[in-house]
């Protein structure tokens, strides 16, 4: 069926390091979310990626998405405290027009002060 | 504009019985999804809900049903429940059943089975 892989599992950096968690597809993708869980809470939703190539950035954090829309990428320039948390990419079940999210792994961020 | 909301927040249960959770969606989203999230995993879908309708299921046994009503409001119920549905189940609302919308999640109920 289909999978989507994210590495690493588990970063540990210190604050002021730079971080990025990769995310690769099973399959061809129509879009990838990104979500990030603080321990103890809930996915929140951070950008939608649609195009292929396409580059967004959110101050300090950049995604991509891959040109053959497969995989995906986190970049978090600078880390703070408050970027602690677990990330997980999703994408959409079969690559399709739905709402089925199929989620990565997940990248658990830990940031020392 | 209350975001999606969840009840119970915890819930403690016994082997066998069954449970029910609750999903209150954000206001104007008609979509509801519950997923299923283990300590240390990502979410895993359990089905959606749209019009009433179950309209997409996950690998889930048929002990995973639910509802949505028509104030888009939805109810998960387990049956015969194992340890292994201990988790944190999320619901997700989006504002139609189409292709690429974000997802907004609950806080979740998490589960316990004992």
């Known amino acids: 069926g289909q999978q989507v892989m994210q590495i690493p599992q588990y970063q540990h950096v210190q604050e002021g390091e730079d971080f990025t968690t990769y995310c690769n597809s099973s399959?061809?993708?129509?879009?990838i979310q990104w979500y990030k869980q603080r321990p103890g809470g809930h996915p929140v939703f951070l950008i939608q990626?649609?195009?292929?190539?396409e580059v967004k950035k959110q101050k300090r954090l950049t995604f991509q998405f891959g040109e053959a829309k497969k995989n995906s990428s986190l970049h978090i320039t600078a880390t703070q405290t408050t970027d602690v948390g677990t990330y997980f990419c999703?994408?959409?079940?079969?690559?399709?027009?739905?709402?089925?999210?199929?989620f990565g792994t997940g990248t658990l961020l830990a940031v020392q002060p | 504009d209350a975001g999606v909301t969840q009840s119970p927040t915890h819930l403690i249960k016994t082997r066998g019985q069954q449970v029910t959770l609750r999903c209150s969606p954000k206001?104007?989203?008609?979509?509801v999804s519950w997923y299923q999230q283990a300590l240390g995993q990502g979410p895993q879908f359990i089905f959606q809900?749209?019009?009433?309708?179950e309209r997409q299921r996950g690998n889930f046994p048929d002990r995973f049903s639910g509802h949505q009503f028509p104030n888009y409001s939805s109810e998960l119920n387990v049956n015969a429940l194992l340890l292994g549905d201990s988790a944190l189940y999320l619901c997700?609302?989006?504002?139609?059943w189409g292709r690429g919308t974000e997802a907004f999640f609950g806080q979740g109920t998490r589960l316990t089975v004992v």
């Open positions: 997700a609302s989006s504002l139609i």
């Open positions: 206001s104007g989203h008609d979509t």
């Open positions: 809900y749209y019009e009433e309708e």
């Open positions: 399959t061809t993708l129509s879009n």
């Open positions: 990626l649609v195009k292929s190539g």
């Open positions: 999703a994408g959409p079940k079969d690559g399709g027009a739905t709402n089925k999210l199929i």
